[in-house]
T-cell receptor, first 117, second 111 residues
Framework: DTGVSQDPRHKITKRGQNVTFRCDPI?????LYWYRQTLGQGPEFLTY????????KSRLLSDRFSAERPKGSFSTLEIQRTEQGDSAMYLC???????????????FGSGTQLSVL | SQQGEEDPQALSIQEGENATMNCSYK?????LQWYRQNSGRGLVHLIL???NEREKHSGRLRVTLDTSKKSSSLLITASRAADTASYFC???????????WGAGTKLIIKP
């Protein structure tokens, strides 16, 4: 097992286009998280899955953002009608899910760097 | 909004010296975690300290937690060039699945 995998590593798009990112968590992990990080800042929580159920979504997340984890394995994050302010690193993380989430360490992927021109 | 604030924002030291970074947070927590991030990469978990613990060690890392002051410190002893990275603290908020992160301390180890 090679850890959390994210694809693509980099994405350049024009404003108004839709983009989709993929995350493959560690296979035995039940929980999956999406975070967004801008330069010089810490990660910002976007959404969280327990198996295939999306249990929490940030209030800051606009309707243009949607995430799925259809079979409880990989997840996709889609951004519709991208804006320049969406430019950021999008990080996926996973964890085992056998205890309280606050007790668990997260395993992060290397992220997808999105640039909206 | 960010729960944690790291201090200093940047730290540059000579290889072999000790590095200390601090984190302050605002609300009560169950746990506090420290992560490392190399430039342009994902984050790597370093250590988790529970609210009922005061100090924890892992190799060259020592973490302290003072819940009365709502602060934590990360000490890296005998620093190496490979320790060059950004270090983040992350806290949970009571009954919340989110981790709330500070802006990080950028550590540079000069050879």
């Amino acid at each position: 097992d090679t850890g959390v995998s994210q694809d693509p590593r980099h994405k350049i798009t024009k404003r108004g286009q839709n983009v989709t990112f993929r995350c493959d968590p560690i296979s035995e992990h039940n929980r999956l998280y999406w975070y967004r990080q801008t330069l010089g800042q810490g990660p910002e929580f976007l959404t969280y899955f327990q198996n295939e159920a999306q249990l929490e979504k940030s209030r800051l997340l606009s309707d243009r953002f949607s995430a799925e984890r259809p079979k409880g394995s990989f997840s996709t994050l889609e951004i519709q009608r991208t804006e320049q302010g969406d430019s950021a690193m999008y990080l996926c993380a996973s964890s085992f899910g056998w205890t309280d989430p606050s007790n668990e360490k997260l395993f992060f992927g290397s992220g997808t760097q999105l640039s909206v021109l | 909004s960010q729960q944690g604030e790291e201090d200093p924002q940047a730290l540059s030291i000579q290889e072999g010296e000790n590095a200390t970074m601090n984190c302050s947070y605002k609300t009560s927590i169950n746990n506090l975690q420290w992560y490392r991030q190399n430039s342009g990469r994902g984050l790597v978990h370093l250590i988790l300290i529970r609210s009922n613990e005061r100090e924890k060690h892992s190799g060259r890392l020592r973490v302290t937690l003072d819940t009365s002051k709502k602060s934590s410190s990360l000490l890296i002893t005998a620093s190496r060039a490979a320790d060059t990275a950004s270090y983040f603290c992350a806290t949970d908020m009571d009954s919340n699945y989110q981790l709330i992160w500070g802006a990080g301390t950028k550590l540079i180890i000069k050879p």
